[in-house]
């Protein structure tokens, strides 16, 4: 039987899903086009509360995301192999693999710099969160060129 949350006239959806490495396949159609992207089936599994999905880098840091901030309820990076660096508002932060940010509702960042087996997983509610460019006045560092590039 599924809940009905408050305030809601509908069953919340909460449906199993189990997403082997094969059964999705990488996309070029996210949020950035330097980056894949790898569905993990928890958007569909929540009704689309929770998205679910695995990042990697595609290409060399030229320009990075650009400042932005993401409206969202909330949002994990879980790095998984490599390293990126972000600016959170004017602090330059070292995400490697292992590390866990927590990025609160709102706040500005720019993720600058990422090496090329970058990989990370990310959780944000809901699924379709939106994200908003903005102008901040703080310099960004230069990416770390890729050997070979």
């Known amino acids: ?5 408050p305030g809601l006239d509908h069953p919340l ?3 199993f899903a189990h997403i ?3 059964d999705t396949e990488w996309k070029v159609d996210g949020l950035r086009d330097f980056f894949l992207y790898k569905d993990l089936g928890v958007a569909e599994a929540t ?3 929770v998205l679910a999905q695995l990042v990697k880098a595609a290409r060399a840091p030229e320009e990075g995301t650009g400042w932005h901030h993401h409206v969202a309820e909330f949002h994990i990076v879980l790095m998984l192999k490599g390293w990126a ?3 959170y508002e004017d602090k330059e932060h070292l995400v490697a693999a292992g590390d866990c940010v927590h990025q609160r509702p709102g706040i500005t960042h720019y993720l600058f710099d990422y090496s090329p087996d970058m990989e990370y997983l ?3 509610a809901p699924a379709d969160f939106a994200t908003i460019d903005v102008a901040y006045p703080v310099a960004v560092p230069a990416p770390t060129p890729w050997p070979g590039a």
Not at 1 to 5: A, E, G, S
């Open 47 to 49: 009704g689309g509360r």
């Open 20 to 22: 082997k490495p094969g």
């Open 122 to 124: 990310e959780v944000v």
């Open 13 to 15: 959806v909460n449906l």
């Open 1 to 5: 039987m599924l809940d009905h949350p």
């Open 85 to 87: 660096r972000f600016m």
